[in-house]
């Protein structure tokens, strides 16, 4: 497991900028500017601030085994998905929620855990049923489309708005629903 972990570390060393979201990239970017402005050295800097890519890796290795695919065209397929269903918006939503009791942490984290397997699982169907294809988020999509631009809109409102509990627990199951299969 470690050797196949340093494996794909260094793959995914070499194409992570080029498959990775601008904003992401521009996020790493000013946390690298940030610790040069502070003194640190500018290769330790970039070094440090580019660890937080890495996070993906073990649930992209996941994915890639499960699809049969190519750890590349894994993460390009993870980042896809995760910009169209604006996965990060929700993520990051997570820590502006309030919680005030055992329940409602519970509920938190059941909503990131159904946030988190819906999307390997739009992830896994997009490269097993199109992943030779030129985009398999798009194929995907065209397979079922009405119900997934539907559920797609719903979700993106839900995630224009002030974050809440009952938001994200929505948006959770309306990301399971598009992951469910096809008919």
């Known amino acids: 497991t470690v050797r196949k972990l340093k494996t794909a570390v260094k793959s995914f060393k070499g194409f992570s900028r080029s498959v990775m ?3 992401f990239a521009s996020h790493i970017e000013a946390d690298a500017a940030s610790m040069i402005d502070a003194g640190v050295p500018d290769d330790l800097a970039r070094a440090i601030a580019e660890l ?11 994915i890639a085994h499960r699809a ?3 750890l ?6 993870y980042y896809k998905v995760s910009n169209i269903f604006r996965i990060g918006r929700l993520l990051a939503s997570l820590q502006k929620i309030p919680t005030s009791d055992h329940y409602d942490n519970l509920a938190l ?3 990131l855990d159904l946030i988190l397997s819906a999307r390997r699982n739009i992830v896994v169907q997009a490269l097993t049923a199109h992943g030779d294809g030129r985009d398999p988020v798009a194929s995907w999509q065209a397979k079922d489309a009405v119900r ?3 559920l797609g809109s719903d979700l993106i409102a839900l995630t224009d708005g002030e974050p809440s509990l009952s938001r994200l627990t929505v948006a959770a199951s309306l990301l399971t629903d598009i992951a469910a299969a096809h008919p």
């Open 148 to 150: 997934i631009n539907r």
């Open 21 to 23: 979201p601008a904003d």
């Open 72 to 77: 590349q065209r894994a993460t390009e397929t």
């Open 68 to 70: 049969g695919a190519a």
């Open 109 to 111: 984290l059941r909503s």
């Open 52 to 62: 937080q890519a890495f996070i993906v890796v073990p649930e992209v290795m996941a």
